[in-house]
């Protein structure tokens, strides 16, 4: 079992989006996911069309010593869809800090009832609340990894330093290493600020930035204000895109195991309806794939680093077929790996990929 929580305290950069639709495409793929909303706002319930102040149970009597003895987590889980359940909010949760002033251990109470779970889950999915206090040091300690949702603005950028101290002092205090992604959210590729800060979001984490970025749509928000995840609102959004192809790349991460120096599928790789893309050059200095299927654009290809060699990236595709190019320090260039290719009537190749 995995055990994420999604944490910024920064409002507004699709925190409790990615925890809603993370879950719930997760679930699509034939996963079973708890998605726990730790946040008094209850905006993760509110999602999925639950109203908080009628539900008589809720993540509170997880942490409320008044509930020790009776607590079950039967009053709690609401079985969304067949693979995915809620455990909801409300603003009791608020009240918590004071509650527990002298009650001991805490920081530990939530993986404690976790480990009291019947049910056996795949992924466990944490909506944080917006700050850095007693929920989210609960949630942090019964994690394994932690999705830290980045959108591209200079504030997000300014407030990342704290976050990543808390963690890491965490990890100081209690010897439990969590493992920190970062993952791009509302991003306008046509926007050069956006292009410029997603360039630093790069530089800063590296290999723990997540391949999938998330573009900006209005969709998620009307789908929110449905009380429904973007799976169900719109399946042909870029949106539903995005976040599906964010599930197919948490999935695998199981199934990918090779160091990135060793022996790679180069070529193009069909995964539940995305295309990874992968170039190989130990000596370039940044890797972009354009195609027809972003309007030639390669700041909308921008290509992640793994290792020393492999520049990746993956991109969900509709049924078809599509001619591209890798552009490597600015150079483009045809795909070595992929035999496919097609005049492009200039007296040069694009390869070639198809999506059947």
């Known amino acids: 079992m995995r055990t994420f929580s999604i944490i910024n305290q920064k409002g507004g950069c699709g925190k409790t989006t990615t925890a809603v639709n993370l879950s719930a495409c997760l679930s699509e793929l034939g996963r079973r996911v708890l998605m726990i909303d730790l946040d008094p706002q209850a905006h993760a319930t509110l999602s999925f069309a639950y109203q908080p102040e009628k539900l008589r149970h809720s993540v509170y009597d997880i942490f409320s010593p008044s509930k020790a003895g009776s607590f079950d987590w039967n009053d709690i889980l609401i079985q969304y869809s067949d693979n995915l359940f809620i455990a909801p909010s409300n603003l009791l949760l608020n009240f918590l800090d004071k509650e527990l002033v002298d009650f001991k251990g805490k920081e530990r ?127 042909y959004s870029i949106a539903y895109k995005d976040y599906n192809a964010l599930a197919t790349e948490i999935i695998l991460q199981e199934e990918q195991s090779y160091p990135v120096e060793k022996k790679v599928l180069l070529k193009p790789q069909l995964v539940n309806g995305a295309i990874v893309f992968r170039y190989k050059d130990p000596k370039a200095n940044a890797v972009l794939v354009a195609g027809d299927f972003n309007n030639w654009s390669p700041n909308e290809g921008i290509m992640k680093k793994k290792g020393s060699n492999i520049w990746e990236t993956m991109i969900p595709l509709d049924p078809g077929t599509y001619q591209y190019r890798f552009v490597v320090d600015g150079k483009w260039l045809p795909d070595p790996n992929n035999p496919i290719k097609a005049d492009d009537n200039l007296g040069g190749f694009n390869s070639v990929v198809t999506i059947s």
């Open 109 to 235: 109470i939530l993986i404690g009832r976790i480990m009291e779970l019947q049910i056996p889950f795949d992924y466990i999915i944490i909506d944080c609340p917006p700050s850095l206090g007693l929920l989210t040091v609960n949630s942090l300690n019964a994690s394994s990894e932690v999705i830290v949702p980045v959108e591209p603005s200079f504030f997000s950028l300014h407030g990342l330093r704290k976050l990543l101290e808390t963690v890491r002092l965490q990890e100081e205090k209690t010897g439990h290493i969590i493992r920190v992604q970062a993952l791009a959210t509302i991003y306008n590729g046509r926007n050069r600020f956006s292009r410029e800060i997603l360039k630093e979001i790069q530089e800063h984490f590296g290999d723990n930035l997540l391949t999938t970025t998330i573009r900006m749509s209005v969709r998620l928000k009307e789908a929110a204000s449905f009380g429904t995840p973007i799976s169900e609102y719109n399946r």
